[in-house]
């Protein structure tokens, strides 16, 4: 699956979020062509233990937090707080007195101050006309003009106005990096939202791979799912529904840096019109591949995942197993769980074995 396609798809998703949900006719005539590009058969690597065997019986999958993922880099942001502040920064400066405006709404709503004149436009007039290029304030110029006439309320209006545009250009733009310093470190922490805030479940494309079964099924002691997808038309919406976010792990050598200014300058707009923007679609698709990227060394994996909103909803339908492989190392109390759930399941059951012929493992059906 190449990345145009994810493109596409991610462009999809976000222009049909809510119709995805409930509409089952579109979410099937979706998957009729999306599963073409995911392999049919895909694999998870399991522990034994007795959440994975209820769960493997009842037909179900248990979706973790992201938060459990031992990467600590897997499903994140990539942020380069160094440029983020600078790009911040800069954003402070080439928006003033939007950033102004937003912090004099905010003095109105809690001193209850209602002054409907008092406008966007009115900021950018202090800006242009009462302060230098080198950002000096021209206080006489200002005394002379704005404190000297007017109604008190514009008096107060004005001059607050003028000691928050002087705060961010005084000390050589000390002001702006303190807040752009201090923004960076909490983009910093949403990063690391997704984490908490969705569920996913991973597969893979490799049923024999060691690195896989060491690190994922108790060094050959577990076993492993095999889902045949093939068979999604016969399931009910519960269970094909969650497949339309099913795609890969992008494997790079470096995870690419995720440009937050955009998400300011919508924030800031949305905050000074207040109007609902529409969506940044490219934004989005962007920030969705960042979940999807890793960096090469997990390669190996070969990962397929797909991810919903974490509502402790983490059990899910999912009766899609058409085999179960079990590790070498397997003991026999763990052998005759999967015995009992192979035979209600009705699917085959696999003992790995060493090859001695060869330097990789085999498998071989078993009675049960």
């Given at each position: 699956m190449?990345?145009?396609?994810?493109?596409?798809?991610?462009?999809?998703?976000?222009?049909?979020?809510?119709?995805?949900?409930?509409?089952?006719?579109m979410?099937?005539?979706?998957?009729?062509?999306h599963?073409?590009?995911?392999?049919q058969?895909?694999?998870?690597?399991?522990?034994?233990?007795?959440?994975?065997?209820?769960?493997?019986?009842?037909?179900?999958?248990y979706?973790?937090?992201?938060?459990d993922?031992?990467?600590?880099?897997?499903?994140?942001?990539?942020?380069?707080?160094s440029k983020?502040t600078?790009?911040?920064?800069?954003?402070?400066?080439?928006n003033l007195?939007?950033?102004?405006?937003?912090?004099?709404?905010?003095?109105?709503k809690?001193k209850?101050?209602?002054?409907?004149?008092f406008?966007?436009?009115?900021?950018?007039?202090?800006?242009?006309?009462y302060?230098s290029?080198?950002?000096?304030c021209?206080?006489e110029?200002?005394?002379?003009?704005?404190?000297?006439?007017?109604?008190?309320?514009?008096?107060?209006?004005?001059?607050?106005?003028?000691?928050?545009i002087?705060?961010?250009?005084?000390?050589?733009?000390?002001?702006?990096y303190?807040?752009?310093?201090?923004?960076?470190?909490?983009?910093?922490?949403?990063?690391?939202?997704p984490?908490?805030?969705?569920?996913v479940?991973?597969?893979?494309?490799?049923?024999?791979?060691?690195?896989?079964?060491?690190?994922?099924?108790?060094g050959?002691?577990?076993?492993?799912?095999?889902?045949?997808?093939?068979?999604?038309?016969?399931?009910?919406?519960d269970?094909?529904?969650?497949?339309?976010?099913?795609?890969?792990?992008?494997?790079?050598?470096e995870?690419?840096?995720f440009?937050?200014?955009?998400?300011?300058?919508?924030?800031?707009?949305?905050?000074?019109f207040?109007?609902?923007?529409?969506?940044?679609?490219?934004l989005?698709i962007?920030?969705?591949?960042q979940?999807?990227?890793?960096?090469k060394?997990?390669?190996?994996?070969?990962?397929?995942?797909?991810a919903?909103?974490?509502?402790?909803?983490?059990?899910?339908?999912?009766?899609f197993?058409?085999a179960?492989y079990?590790?070498?190392?397997?003991?026999?109390?763990?052998?005759?769980h999967?015995?009992?759930?192979?035979?209600?399941?009705?699917?085959p059951?696999?003992?790995?074995?060493?090859?001695?012929?060869?330097s990789?493992l085999?498998?071989?059906?078993i009675?049960?």
């Open positions: 190449d990345e145009s396609y994810i493109d596409e798809h991610y462009k999809f998703l976000i222009e049909n979020e809510e119709r995805i949900r409930t509409d089952e006719g979410v099937r005539k979706i998957l009729a062509s599963l073409s590009h995911v392999p058969k895909l694999y998870k690597y399991r522990t034994c233990n007795r959440q994975n065997f209820k769960a493997l019986k009842d037909g179900q999958i979706m973790p937090s992201a938060n993922f031992k990467d600590p880099f897997d499903y994140t942001l990539n942020f380069d707080l983020q600078y790009e911040i920064a800069k954003f402070f400066k080439d007195a939007q950033i102004v405006f937003v912090g004099m709404q905010d003095i109105l809690q209850r101050i209602i002054a409907p004149k406008t966007l436009k009115d900021v950018q007039f202090i800006i242009d006309n302060f290029k080198d950002g000096t021209l206080e110029k200002f005394e002379r003009e704005i404190l000297s006439n007017g109604n008190y309320a514009d008096r107060v209006l004005y001059k607050k106005s003028k000691e928050f002087s705060d961010f250009k005084k000390d050589n733009e000390a002001k702006i303190e807040i752009a310093e201090d923004m960076a470190q909490k983009i910093n922490e949403v990063s690391r939202r984490r908490t805030q969705s569920l479940y991973c597969m893979t494309e490799d049923n024999a791979s060691g690195p896989m079964w060491e690190n994922y099924a108790d050959y002691s577990g076993f492993c799912v095999e889902y045949d997808l093939s068979t999604w038309q016969e399931k009910p919406f269970e094909i529904k969650n497949l339309i976010y099913l795609l890969p792990i992008i494997y790079l050598d995870k690419p840096i440009n937050m200014e955009p998400f300011f300058e919508s924030a800031v707009k949305e905050s000074v207040g109007e609902k923007l529409d969506k940044n679609i490219s989005q962007d920030l969705n591949k979940l999807l990227r890793k960096q060394d997990y390669d190996y994996e070969r990962e397929w995942r797909f919903i909103k974490n509502e402790g909803n983490n059990l899910q339908p999912f009766s197993v058409s179960i079990m590790g070498k190392d397997i003991s026999e109390t763990n052998k005759k999967l015995k009992v759930t192979a035979k209600k399941l009705k699917i059951l696999h003992q790995q074995k060493l090859n001695y012929f060869g990789k085999r498998f071989e059906e009675d049960i």
